[in-house]
């Protein structure tokens, strides 16, 4: 017998829905022959920074299992002093921060192409046959800035050198947040970074593996509540921004993340992935070549905090609740505005 919270509880398995604390056996028993009370499920505990273990001992374990991927995939190998999303940054552009502190930034790059993109939360109202926008709900979705690359329309092997940053944020009218960042980049050949310098610094910024050469070929980092550091995508959720993109990010529509996800699929990734994803991809100009001779052409990072989009999300459920009462999630929409760049 079980206490069940939700009315969604079957879309889980057991064992993940009781993580999300929407099915109880904590108390409950079986009735028949079996009795006795359901011992409980531990619960996950983060370790202390007693407890986690060393990147020495993490790589003295996996080397007795004979296995790499246990450190580089399962393990938390490295501690953090302050693991909250807005302490995670993609060059300069943190996790958290506010579209003004956003344009700041970007507008310092001095890219050539800049763009910004607002919509308004909104609702389709079955009775008027039509969407209703909210009054005072207009909200940034994105902003953007990039250098045109026409004359190299390959991801993989770029002309010349680029960058475009695409910064998308939560849709909350005026107290707008950042919850993901896509970063990419592209050398000519003769200004491309070694592999090995480019894996270096990805390690001291982001940590999670002993050395450099622990790198896998796409790695993910999954920033932990308790103030620690995870790599490897067991959550399964690397999809959602990575591997590499585009040079010029253009002025299509995005629909808003926080908007199409629903506060479950949230918190299954908070507790399975964790506060913050960050994802980095490259391509090299040489594959074939020894590790130390291949150079990178092309790199994109990303990072996207789960427990923002939450927080956006529960924000702006709030803000159409106040002003439509009860909305059917099905209807909820946000409005598109014209796109225009904001200079």
């Known amino acids: 017998m079980t206490g069940i919270t939700s009315g969604s509880v079957s879309l889980y398995s057991c064992d993940d829905a009781e993580k999300q604390r929407m099915l109880v056996t904590e108390g409950y028993v079986v009735s028949g022959r079996a009795g006795g009370v359901i011992a409980p499920a531990p619960l996950a505990q983060t370790p202390t920074p007693a407890q986690t273990p060393t990147q020495s001992q993490s790589q003295g374990q996996a080397q007795g299992q004979g296995q790499a991927q246990v450190q580089t995939q399962t393990q938390a190998v490295a501690a953090l002093p302050d693991a909250s999303p807005d302490k995670v940054d993609v060059a300069g552009v943190k996790l958290g921060m506010s579209a003004d502190e956003v344009r700041a930034v970007l507008k310092a790059?001095?890219?050539p192409d800049y763009y910004e993109s607002t919509e308004a939360l909104g609702h389709f109202d079955s009775t008027k046959g039509a969407m209703q926008t909210m009054a005072n709900g207009r909200f940034v979705n994105v902003i953007a800035t990039w250098t045109s690359s026409p004359s190299s329309p390959s991801v993989e092997a770029p002309a010349e050198d680029g960058e475009s940053?695409?910064?998308m944020f939560t849709p909350v009218p005026g107290k707008e947040r950042a919850m993901a960042v896509i970063h990419s980049?592209?050398?000519?050949s003769a200004n491309a970074v070694r592999e090995?310098?480019?894996?270096?610094?990805?390690v001291k910024k982001y940590g999670g593996f002993a050395t450099p050469g622990d790198l896998p070929a796409s790695p993910t980092w999954r920033f932990q509540r308790g103030g620690n550091v995870e790599v490897?995508?067991?959550c399964n959720r690397r999809g959602l921004f990575g591997g590499l993109s585009g040079l010029s990010t253009g002025t299509a529509a995005r629909q808003n993340l926080a908007l199409r996800t629903t506060t479950d699929e949230f918190r299954f990734q908070i507790d399975r992935c964790g506060i913050a994803i960050v994802t980095e991809d490259h391509s090299t100009a040489n594959r074939s070549a020894s590790r130390e001779d291949r150079i990178v052409t092309r790199f994109t990072v990303t990072a996207y905090s789960p427990s923002i989009g939450f927080e956006g999300a529960t924000a702006a459920a709030q803000l159409m609740q106040s002003a439509w009462g009860a909305v059917d999630k099905a209807g909820v929409a946000p409005a598109k505005a014209p796109l225009a760049p904001n200079l």
């Not at 980049?185 to 000519?188: A, F, L, P």
């Not at 090995?196 to 990805?202: D, K």
């Open 196 to 202: 090995t310098a480019f894996e270096n610094g990805l």
């Open 232 to 234: 490897g995508d067991l």
């Open 165 to 167: 940053y695409e910064v």
């Open 109 to 111: 790059k001095q890219l």
């Open 185 to 188: 980049v592209g050398y000519s």
